[in-house]
Nanobody
Framework: QVQLVESGGGTVQAGDSLRLSCLGP???????MGWFRQAPGKEREVVAL????????HYADSVQGRFTISRDNAKNMVFLQMNSLKPEDTAVYYC??????????????????WGQGTQVTVSS
């Protein structure tokens, strides 16, 4: 079942930008949130993670310096600004939420609420 509602995916050319948005149920269900992606034939990987307060963030090496994760708790939303997109960024992007207070925002096995996924395609 769809737990989060995502938007913003699409098809762009290399070097372009996209901004993904995700609407969730908010507190107390959700604390940390993150973005994951899965390319064809590849395992799902972490893209970016953010604490509830927004003070702590983590980025995959492959997107560091190009992507920015942010959140607006008043609106129960999390965003992923993607700049300088590359063909290798092509994947289905998923918004996910950590619902347990056990561990930290880096404990990816604790992310249990997921969006339906939104396709991002970057052409060369």
């Amino acid at each position: 079942q769809v737990q989060l509602v995502e938007s913003g995916g699409g098809t762009v050319q290399a070097g372009d930008s996209l901004r993904l948005s995700c609407l969730g149920p908010g507190a107390p269900t959700v604390n940390a949130m993150g973005w994951f992606r899965q390319a064809p034939g590849k395992e799902r990987e972490v893209v970016a993670l953010i604490t509830y307060s927004g003070e702590g963030t983590h980025y995959a090496d492959s997107v560091q310096g190009r992507f920015t994760i942010s959140r607006d708790n008043a609106k129960n939303m999390v965003f992923l600004q993607m700049n300088s997109l590359k063909p290798e960024d092509t994947a289905v992007y998923y918004c996910a939420a950590k619902t347990s207070l056990v561990g930290t925002y880096l404990s990816t096995n604790k992310y249990s609420l997921w969006g339906q996924g939104t396709q991002v395609t970057v052409s060369s």
